[in-house]
């Protein structure tokens, strides 16, 4: 299998403020470095996941990233 | 599909608009054409209608706009997030901003506007976004050259405001379910060591190292083809994939649909003027062989050669017995022949020419 390549410094930012546009995750400016594993962006990475039919793993796999990248419309996917 | 939280409605069904500014990226009457075509798609899915007005304020306000635009959701340049609107209200309720970052076109190329207008329309009338990737509320873009109301869009907006006044109600395309024990296909084909499985406007495909069963747009990978395509099949050693529909065919190499395409069948493989359309096609990498079911019949086509074998066509119970009198799809792995008729597939050995396996059509997605 492939081996799941680490997430890249800027995918966690992809992640971060993806999470917080559309999934309502807060951002109380503290450093984005101790987030990536924090309780709030895996629950909100699972809820992002279900939205798109993903596998629900809380982590930012390839094909998560892949939709995060997509065009998209900027209302929020849940509400705020 | 999903309503706003709240469930914030219109109450008055009759509504108006106005475009407040326009985009230099397109004429402004082919914005005021396109704004004007997606409330048409809402209005005939509902009891509700739209009047522009072109001063003061209408419960609709269109505009477009760039970056920090003093309404507490800033857009992000070009890409991303390419327009928001808001959900039924007085004041900024209803209205709906495009970004100005972005280039609007009347085309296939990014982004269309006639079909980012018509989701956000949605919003501002009170639905929020759908989880069916079929449906126009879906929050990712894409655009494959129509665009209408999913039946998924129209279950949402009449959930709202009621069904049309339209003596005949709207219906609008379902998206397939993978693990719907009634799936059948339109055409599969191998490509390039994977199977693509193929539905209306949409494909489908495993991938060994991700279980979930990818289902998307045919145009994500080939925006000129049609959907409904009827047969299909891959020329292995020219890396080509040849699609079918009616009397015309698309050859692509990955995502490159080739150059001169559509051709016609009968002056490209010597069909018969009588035959229409191809129910399923699939070629045998080993041989050079590639076989066309059309009807109860057969054809043999030589690649090699570029011509169509003599003494064809035959009929298809006779070589291949126990396939019946149609076909729908057909794809080869390994020595075997996978047949595809209605919701059934039959595995069938090249070798004896006998079935060796019934199985469910979607018996690939792991359900």
């Known amino acids: 299998f492939p081996a799941i390549p680490e997430p890249q410094e800027q995918d966690v930012e992809i992640v971060q403020k993806y999470l917080e546009n559309y999934y309502d995750l807060k951002n109380d400016g503290s450093q984005i470095e101790r987030k990536r594993n924090s309780g709030p962006v895996v629950e909100k990475l699972k809820q992002m996941q279900e939205f798109f039919g993903l596998k629900v793993t809380g982590t930012p796999d390839t094909e998560t990233l892949k939709v995060m990248k997509q065009p998209r419309c900027g209302v929020p996917d849940v509400a705020r | ?367």
């Open chain 2, 1 to 367: 599909f999903a309503l706003t939280p709240g469930n914030p409605r219109w109450e008055q069904t009759h509504l108006t608009y106005r475009i407040e500014n326009y985009t230099p990226d397109l004429p402004r009457a082919d914005v005021d054409d396109a704004i004007e075509k997606a409330f048409r798609l809402w209005s005939n899915a509902s009891p509700l209608t739209f009047t522009k007005v072109f001063q003061g304020q209408a419960d609709i306000m269109i505009s477009f706009v760039r970056g920090d635009h003093q309404d507490n959701s800033p857009f992000d340049g070009p890409g991303g997030n390419l327009a928001h609107a808001f959900q039924p209200g007085p004041g900024i309720g209803g209205d709906t901003h495009f970004d100005e970052d972005e280039r609007w076109t009347n085309n296939l190329r990014n982004y269309n506007l006639y079909r980012v207008a018509a989701h956000e329309l949605g919003h501002s009338l009170g639905l929020s976004h759908s989880t069916d990737i079929g449906a126009l509320m879906y929050p990712t873009y894409a655009f494959s050259g129509e665009v209408e109301l999913a039946q998924d869009d129209i279950d949402g907006i009449q959930a709202i405001y009621g069904p049309s006044q339209n003596p005949i109600q709207p219906i609008g395309p379902q998206t397939p379910q993978v693990c719907d024990s009634k799936l059948t296909f339109d055409a599969v084909t191998t490509i390039r060591g994977e199977v693509m499985f193929f539905k209306d406007r949409f494909y489908m495909r495993t991938n060994p190292f991700y279980p979930e069963v990818e289902l998307n747009f045919i145009s994500v990978f080939w925006p000129q083809l049609p959907s409904g395509l009827e047969a299909a099949y891959e020329v292995v050693d020219r890396d080509e994939i040849r699609f079918f529909k009616g009397n015309k065919y698309w050859a692509v190499r990955g995502q490159d649909v080739l150059h001169g395409y559509p051709k016609d069948i009968s002056s490209s493989f010597g069909f018969p003027r009588t035959v229409k359309h191809v129910d399923a096609a699939v070629s045998e990498e080993e041989t050079g062989k590639t076989y066309f079911f059309v009807a109860n019949k057969y054809w043999r086509y030589d690649e090699n050669k570029q011509s169509m074998d003599t003494g064809y066509p035959k009929m298809i119970a006779h070589d291949f017995p126990g396939i019946g009198h149609k076909v729908d799809a057909v794809f080869k792995k390994d020595e075997f022949f996978y047949f595809f008729h209605g919701t059934r597939q039959y595995k069938f050995d090249l070798k004896t020419k006998r079935i060796l396996t019934l199985l469910k059509a979607n018996s690939w997605f792991n359900c």
